[in-house]
């Protein structure tokens, strides 16, 4: 099993940045890829971003790219999202993900652990 608690959300105003964190307890050793997804009201879950265990690979939706950084510390068994130039569309539920299986991706069906999210909220 492994546990995720994301931290970092928050209401930021059209233009800001923000910086989530997740933290990863129990068997995370057997913790491949990591992912971000985002829900917003009334919408599916989607996918935002994902990196590989060595955080050497990462790939992001096309909405985010060029914009969100993904990064992993594994010492710290961490995974931040940094979010820059935040539009509101980007006003979300934002939840973290880790795999057991997958290196990388971006399906939610790839992804085992789910944290219970935390609230983004990009004023206009």
């Known amino acids: 099993q492994v546990q995720l608690v994301e931290s970092g959300g928050g209401l930021v105003q059209a233009g800001g940045s923000l910086r989530l964190s997740c933290a990863a307890s129990?068997?995370?050793?057997?913790?491949?890829?990591m992912g971000w997804f985002r829900q917003a009201p009334g919408k599916e879950r989607e996918f935002v971003a994902a990196?590989?265990?060595?955080?050497?690979?990462?790939t992001y939706a096309d909405s985010v790219r060029g914009r969100f950084t993904i990064t992993r510390d594994n010492a710290l068994n961490t995974l931040y999202l940094q979010m820059n130039s935040l539009k509101p569309e980007d006003t979300a539920v934002y939840y973290c993900?880790?795999?057991?299986?997958?290196?990388?991706?971006?399906?939610?069906?790839?992804?085992?652990?789910w944290g219970q999210g935390t609230q983004v909220t990009v004023s206009s």
């Open positions: 129990g068997r995370t050793s057997s913790t491949y890829a």
């Open positions: 993900s880790s795999s057991g299986k997958y290196e990388l991706g971006s399906r939610s069906y790839e992804y085992d652990y």
């Open positions: 990196i590989s265990r060595s955080g050497g690979s990462s």
